[in-house]
């Protein structure tokens, strides 16, 4: 395993993270507890340290499974979870009140039987409550101890700055992938002013990246992904020449494209680490293997020229989801 730096706060953590939703939310038929722990554990004996979980997820149940697994092994890991959904449910509405930070804090710290949240991030920015009430809220919780680092998701460059005056957010966790690639406009190059590191989740465009997913797939009752525009069925057919091309300069490196997919987003910058899901082992060590394919500085320009001839269709969200998403 190879480590890196989430920008200048100081929070090491493994290179390719682990993303902890799908283990029992959001992707139909959730795993046994028992193989929800055996994964957790196997992706730390694979090195994996950063293991990113919600309130929202189930709601609680995931943190609850994070908790268990990762108790024994407590002080090896980096756990980050959220806060900003009411009573964590992401069809409620949002929730970013300081005394509902700190009532989520509280709950999150006896589910995931720990003294402290390594980081906490604001799941979505509240236009309800100042950004600098939630820093604040944040900054008072580090100082006791209690959360470690700052996090913001989905954020614009607005909210990131107007955060960090207050307390320095340690990274901020975003959708980035070769499929999807709006933070390149505006907030990377906010990260990188203010040192602040970025966790693309959904890196392998939520499963499309890997090559195993065609206009034939069917998902999943439960699976959000069949409400994703991009997995449309037309839309699956119509980005095809996309999951080809990859393809091809997978087949051309010896490699997949899920480990072409993830080396991409390593090689944008030292900073960025990526969180991909899993419910499988052997996809754990396939993202993992990922770190064994580099991309020169020559040869991502000319994989990027390449990927800009390719038109991509359908958006990632329904328009009531999308709105959620902080622009400013």
Not at 34 to 52: K, P, V, W
Not at 55 to 73: C, K, R
Request: charged content about 25%.
């Amino acid at each position: 395993m190879k480590y890196r730096k989430l920008g200048a706060r100081g929070l090491e953590v493994s290179a390719v993270g682990l993303g902890c939703m799908g283990i029992d939310s959001h992707r139909g038929e959730p795993m046994t507890r028992a193989d929800a722990i055996a994964l957790l554990r196997g992706a730390h004996e694979r090195g994996i340290t950063l293991f990113d979980t919600a309130e929202a997820y189930g709601p609680y149940t995931n943190e609850d499974l994070v908790g268990e697994a990762l108790a024994p092994i407590r002080d090896a890991v980096v756990i980050a979870t959220k806060f900003g959904f009411r009573d964590g449910k992401t069809d409620a509405g949002l929730d970013s009140r300081p005394e509902r930070i700190r009532q989520v804090a509280e709950a999150a710290l006896q589910r995931l039987r720990t003294d402290r949240i390594d980081l906490f991030y604001q799941h979505r920015v509240d236009p309800a409550v100042p950004i600098e009430d939630v820093a604040g809220t944040v900054k008072d919780l580090i100082a006791e101890g209690k959360v470690l680092h700052f996090g913001l998701c989905e954020a614009g460059p607005s909210a990131i700055r107007r955060a960090h005056a207050v307390q320095p957010v340690a990274a901020v966790q975003s959708e980035y992938s070769i499929f999807w690639r709006l933070v390149e406009d505006d907030v990377l190059p906010v990260l990188e002013e203010l040192g602040i590191g970025l966790v693309p989740f959904s890196p392998l465009g939520r499963g499309l990246l890997t090559g195993t997913i065609n206009d034939k797939t069917e998902f999943a009752a439960g699976d959000h992904r069949r409400g994703n525009p991009y997995l449309s069925v037309e839309n699956r057919r119509a980005n095809q020449p996309l999951i080809d091309a990859i393809t091809a300069i997978a087949a051309a490196r010896g490699a997949t494209p899920a480990q072409v997919s993830l080396a991409w987003l390593l090689a944008r910058k030292p900073w960025i680490v990526p969180i991909p899901g899993t419910t499988k082992l052997s996809r754990l060590d396939e993202n993992i293997g990922a770190l064994d394919v580099a991309f020169g500085a020559s040869e991502l320009r000319d994989l990027d020229d390449a990927l800009a001839k390719i038109a991509i269709h359908g958006g990632r969200y329904q328009p009531e989801t999308e709105a959620l998403v902080d622009r400013r």
